[in-house]
């Protein structure tokens, strides 16, 4: 069984803060990686994709992949209460096209 | 650009009725399209993907089917539906480029089934 695990929070951090996600897969053959936000009531929406081991930027958001120790992370910058949504973390497996989705972390930031 | 449709935005159907939840994508041909159930406290749950007209992929047995009649609709139907059905019902699209297959939701259907 295909797996990817986060833990559900809900992680509060103060404005100005960075936020730190996690996430574990559990096939080692898994391709691409991914962090959808999701507002309560709304759809999710692709913050973040990352394919290769190291670290990828896009603004106040870093992707993190270690394929070894099998971790993806998701770091915020500078946490806005804007920020404040359920993170999911999802997985391509070798197989095909189809995604693995884990439960979610919420992220609750005060201002 | 790209963008995916989907209707009704809510419905309240009861135990035992019929349901059609349709997906409609622009802007892009031959996507791959998903069909995805978000219920209450669970994280998403595939149920149909496509990689083409007429070819349908079904990840949970359950009361529910899929269709892809034309090239960018994605049909989700039920002959009868189950207390259990009730979610949120998201459809995505991506397209077929290597390595990422990245995957855009559409704005979702919620189901409640009374």
């Known amino acids: 069984q295909k797996e990817v695990e986060q833990n559900s929070g809900p992680l509060s951090v103060p404005e100005g803060a960075i936020a730190s996600l996690n996430c574990t897969y559990s096939?080692?053959?898994?391709?691409?990686f991914f962090w959808y936000r999701q507002y309560s009531g709304k759809s999710p929406e692709l913050i973040m994709s990352?394919?290769?081991?190291g670290d990828k930027e896009d603004g106040r958001f870093t992707a993190q992949l270690n394929k070894a120790s099998q971790y993806v992370s998701l770091l915020i910058r500078d946490s806005q209460p804007s920020d404040s949504a359920t993170y999911l973390c999802?997985?391509?497996?070798?197989?095909?096209?189809?995604?693995?989705f884990g439960k979610g972390t919420t992220l609750s930031v005060s201002s | 650009s790209q963008t995916i449709h989907q209707w009704p935005a809510t419905l309240v159907q009861p135990v035992g009725s019929p349901l059609s939840l349709e997906c409609t994508v622009e802007?892009?041909?031959?996507?791959?399209l998903y069909w995805y159930r978000q219920a209450a406290g669970r994280g998403l749950q595939l149920l149909f993907y496509?990689?083409?007209?007429?070819?349908i992929s079904s990840e949970v047995p359950q009361n529910l089917s899929a269709s892809r009649p034309q090239d960018r609709q994605f049909i989700l139907s039920s002959k009868k539906l189950l207390l259990s059905d009730s979610g949120f019902y998201l459809c995505?699209?991506?397209?077929?480029?290597?390595?990422?297959?990245?995957?855009?939701f559409g704005p979702g259907t919620r189901l409640t089934v009374t």
């Open positions: 995505a699209w991506s397209g077929r480029r290597r390595p990422s297959y990245e995957q855009y």
């Open positions: 990352i394919y290769s081991n």
């Open positions: 096939d080692r053959g898994s391709q691409s």
């Open positions: 999802a997985v391509r497996v070798q197989a095909g096209t189809a995604l693995i």
């Open positions: 496509s990689v083409g007209i007429g070819q």
């Open positions: 802007g892009t041909s031959n996507p791959n």
